[in-house]
């Protein structure tokens, strides 16, 4: 499936994943609708309706990573991967670098950051309606790693 862009169109389906996967600190529909009129706002997604998106905000060289979800019937097809790859791409001409906050007890959400090289590098007390902290992620570099250039053969085949 290739990732789109996400508009006002998928605002239902969008509030129905809300609810799936962040219960009761879901976005509010005012909240989504403010996402797709920001200057500087990326919203994309994946599926017809959606089986995930990704919202970020890439403005004075950075990029904020506000929000990733996955539906729960979705999970671990590397769909989420797929849209962060995509939102990083679109971001790389405006943003140097990245940062997110991610609730401290949601060990899927840190073990995807960790793996596709963000930081933890420090923390918000209290920072989610349940008192919870926050760890605030940075990634370095939104440029995509550069590939090892391919091995060339010692000996020409027989
Ligand atoms: C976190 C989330 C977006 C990951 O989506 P996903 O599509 O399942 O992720 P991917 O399939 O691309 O996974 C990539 C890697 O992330 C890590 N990961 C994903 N889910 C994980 C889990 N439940 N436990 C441990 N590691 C996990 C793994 O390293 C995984 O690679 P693997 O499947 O080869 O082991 C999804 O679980 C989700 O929507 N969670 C609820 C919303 C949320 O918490 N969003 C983050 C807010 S900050």
Request: charged share 20%; aromatic share 8%; hydrophobic share 40%.
């Amino acid at each position: 499936m290739s990732v789109r862009e996400v508009g006002p169109q998928d605002l239902a389906r969008i509030l129905e994943l809300e609810e799936l996967c962040f219960g009761a600190e879901a976005w509010t529909s005012s909240m989504v609708a403010e996402e797709f009129g920001r200057s500087g706002g990326i919203f994309l997604g994946v599926g017809h309706p959606l089986d995930a998106y990704v919202c970020g905000w890439a403005i004075v060289g950075e990029l904020h990573l506000l929000q990733i979800a996955v539906h729960p019937d979705a999970r671990r097809r590397g769909l989420a991967t797929q849209v962060h790859e995509a939102l990083l791409r679109a971001a790389a001409p405006h943003a140097e670098y990245g940062w997110l906050e991610v609730k401290v007890g949601n060990a899927a959400a840190i073990s995807f950051y960790e793996r596709l090289g963000w930081v933890p590098t420090g923390r918000r007390p209290c920072y989610y309606a349940d008192g919870s902290d926050a760890i605030v992620f940075r990634l370095p570099s939104l440029a995509p790693p550069t590939t090892p250039a391919p091995k060339t053969a010692t000996s020409s085949p027989r």
